[in-house]
């Protein structure tokens, strides 16, 4: 029956330029969040499950990269155009801090603990900031890739980082050392990188191939390859699916063991740049070229969020042809 459904993506408006990232929180006591980095740099933060807006971030003077929330929605970083990469209270909206680069900022992540960010730049650096004191120049920065800094995100337990690059390599890091312990090479740049959410899986999104690593060994798991060139993938936590956007304006979903396409969805206009998982797998999110969101569900036809699931032997006919429940 599901199989069957039509796929309707809830389309998140408001960007007047496009979307090029996007992440979520977890699951807090108040629902889960959704922040946006946006070309019109106005990063704006939404309810993560219906989309509706919250607020948008203002102080940026240039194109916004990158954004990110911390685990409990509570503080939100963003990278920009205007060398500057910004903490703000994602609960207030106010900028709390602004980190002051030598060049474009095109990535932000938070330690899982909330106290250090990390920022990734054309400067071809990696840099870590004490939030706890946010004034001082970065406690630790990493140099070697040869090329931007696409994204950087901490990993096993913030004891390591892994960062993508145009210089055609992912590379990890000992955070403690400051030494590179691994590099992974590819014939073209990485598009994107993601880490599963159990941290055992690195996934890489590479010209037309989205790739599988074991986070710990770095041996590659297995690789596949899409229809079109990919922009980013996510796999879903349990492992059991991921989803793919790329240049064809598509959403498709893939089964995990075999690489079988299961659904393929157009719903955007224009390239799609970021996609990424609900914290509860639930739907996914995927920003595109035309400046918007799309919320897209994991299991099309199950009541979740602003989504109403009627069995066709639950309705009667209706003049205008909206389903109606059946009296019983």
């Known amino acids: 029956m599901t199989n069957q459904m039509r796929q309707t993506p809830l389309t998140c408006s408001g960007h007047t330029r496009p979307v090029v990232f996007l992440d979520f929180s977890d699951i807090t006591p108040f629902g889960y969040f959704l922040i946006s980095a946006c070309k019109d740099g106005k990063p704006m933060l939404r309810q993560g499950d219906t989309g509706d807006w919250i607020g948008t971030f203002e102080g940026h003077k240039g194109a916004v990269w990158g954004a990110t929330l911390n685990k409990e929605a509570t ?22 801090h602004s980190f002051t680069h030598k060049h474009i900022v095109k990535s932000v992540s938070f330690a899982t603990d909330s106290t250090q960010l990390l920022t990734g730049s054309n400067e071809k650096l990696l840099r870590i900031f004490d939030l706890q004191n946010p004034t001082e120049d970065a406690k630790a920065t990493f140099t070697g890739h040869t090329s931007n800094i696409k994204n950087a995100l901490f990993t096993y337990f913030d004891k390591r980082i892994i960062s993508a690059s145009d210089d055609k390599t ?10 590179e312990i691994h590099k992974f090479e590819f014939p073209t740049a990485p598009n994107s990188i993601d880490i599963s959410k159990d941290g055992t899986i690195l996934v890489v999104s590479h010209g037309n191939f989205t790739s599988f690593w074991n986070a710990e060994r770095f041996d590659k798991i297995k690789e596949f390859e899409v229809p079109t060139q990919i922009n980013s993938t996510a796999l879903h936590p349990d492992k059991k699916v991921f989803v793919s956007g790329g240049e064809d304006l598509r ?7 075999t690489g079988e396409e299961l659904e393929s969805f157009k719903g955007h206009f224009g390239p799609v740049h970021c996609v990424k998982f609900s914290p509860d797998g639930d739907l ?3 920003g595109s070229e035309d400046g918007t969101l799309r919320l897209w569900q994991t299991t099309v036809g199950k009541t979740y969020g602003l989504w109403k699931c009627v069995m066709p032997d639950e309705t009667v006919p209706n003049s205008d042809s909206t389903p109606v429940k059946a009296e019983t």
Do not use: I, N, Q
Request: overall charge negative; proline content about 0%.
């Open 75 to 96: 503080k939100a970083a963003t990278g920009a155009a205007d060398f500057s990469a910004k903490l703000w209270d994602a609960l207030s909206g106010e900028e709390l």
């Open 251 to 257: 959403m498709y979903k893939f089964d995990y063991e």
């Open 170 to 179: 992912v590379r990890v890091w000992d955070v403690s050392s400051g030494e």
């Open 284 to 286: 996914y999110a995927s």
